[in-house]
């Protein structure tokens, strides 16, 4: 009997690559797809990477094809923004190892400052689409995904979702298949996409959408389940278990392949059923399709473009059945907030006490925006917070960003703040921009990057230094900081805005949560000092509670020492105690 195992989604695609004989895998962290490489890596025979961005993975893995192995690239949506160069080209181009990219939809906007459909990007860049709807599927689909990968001559994208990914199934586990490198043989109409080889290949793409059309009305992954004849309902991925569970008598058109769509199997099924529905999260790419053939069916007008579904939405919507909800199950909101001991905490609480604005970028960092801090006032994507102060300096003037700052993480930094950078000293920008070096990626779970020492195997690698490349893209200031200083934090600010050219500041400490980062320390309230002044307060640390009768509490639980609230007290009311 076959080895089954419980698996979320993410390592069920891991499993799937393995399997398939991967041998190269490359992406960029960012839920809900990082675990996918952090569960590759522990394969042999597989060669994993993080790499600096999307679109250098996804290169990367473009040239293990070409080379003539089966290569993955992984990404959240977002990040497949970033790779949509390289991949409406390849798309043109075909492979030759399979060529597999696994995008990370994020319905619901978990993590993520978009809700994007990759679908529509897979559609425009003539890209086939597969999409799973559980942990099994995860792995299986990834499997077919190289097949039709090679058979078809195209790159082949695996799209999932927040839900998917971070869901938990049983798999049933296979032996890996090792699959023979395939010879590389030089073809420049193929593999050299300037124009008058584009053209040609151009038609090769459409034809290939063609043929999949038609041969997907038989692929196993599209899945005809009548029931009764009444309700008809076509569906994919996540969406398919709620309509199972809300309509368990409907007859289900289930979609493994939703780009491009097999046409004669949708048409069947539509003649067969008396009412037709089309449950899609997000865009409402093949209820479209279907309604330009002249199929009559109900989508969008009755179900929501915005966020997740679920069985009770199906039965409200759908079927008009009031479903009660347990009030007892509400919970109050909790908002968003840095981690006791968080350098960046540190840093906003002096950009804070120097009233000053600071252009935002993705990351930990963002919670900045909200109270208490109060200090990040714009956020776009990754890299953007340097070009946007930039852009503020050209509009307005040298004085206009005296009392402005650009923001952005470090492994953010590496990802595309460097060009953001060397365009503002190339164009001979005035402006200063704060690296906040907390040695790690943060926001998807403390990741490596080429700033910390470590690949993603673990292995020992150079580690970028911050301060020569600064100064390589032609910096002439830059400082380096401790986070929690924040005297000299506050005067190095103050000196660098009055500058009339780029500087930077790197805001450096450890992430407080990284394995590394041990703490003897811990800070304890001292009420007889305390004048209830809340100056510890504003910060907004979590392990900091204000008593009824105005003088404060810290939970030792969560306090790492940090010191800052101490740095914030005129009474000296805060002493740091050993443990």
Known sequence: MAEKKIMLGNEAIARGAYEAGVKVSSAYPGTPSTEISENVVKYDG????????????????????????????SMKMVGVNVASDPLYTISYSGVNGGL???????????SSQNEQDSRCVARVAQVPVLEPSDSQEAKDFTKLAFELSEKYDCP??????????????????CDRVEVDDKPYVRDIKKNVMMPAMAKGRHLIVEQRLKDMAEDACTMSCNKVEYNSTKVGVITEGIPYQYVKEAMPDASVLKLGLVHPLPRKLIEEFASKVDELYIVE??????????????????GKDLLTIQGEYSANMLRERLLGQKVETDE????????PILCPGCPHRSTFSVISELKMHAAGDIGCYTLGAIAPLNVIDTTVCMGSSISTLHGMEKAKGKDYIKDWVAVIGDSTFLHTGINSLLNMVYNKA?????????????????????????????EATYAVDLVDLCHALGVKSVSVVNAFDTEKLKETIKAEVAKDEVSVIISQAPCALLKTNISHHKCKPLSDKCKKCGMCLKMGCPAITKNADGTISIDDTLCNGCGLCMSKCKFEAIEKVEV
């Open 328 to 335: 007892a199950a509400q919970v109050p909101p909790r908002p």
């Open 281 to 298: 999260e997000l865009e409402p790419l093949v209820e479209e399709q279907v309604r330009s053939w002249g199929i009559k069916c109900h």
């Open 46 to 73: 597989i060669y994993a990477e993080w790499a600096p961005n999307e679109k250098v993975a996804m290169e990367v893995a473009i040239g293990a094809s070409i080379a003539g192995v089966r290569s993955l690239c």
């Open 156 to 173: 082949v994208m695996v799209r999932t979702t927040t839900r998917l990914a971070h869901s938990q199934g049983v798999v049933e586990l």
């Open 430 to 458: 005035t402006g200063t921009v704060i690296i906040l070096d907390n040695s790690t990626t943060g926001m998807t779970g403390h990741q490596e990057h080429a700033a910390t020492g470590k690949t993603l195997a673990g």
């Open 100 to 110: 597999v990219l696994v995008a990370a939809d994020d319905p619901g906007l978990y």
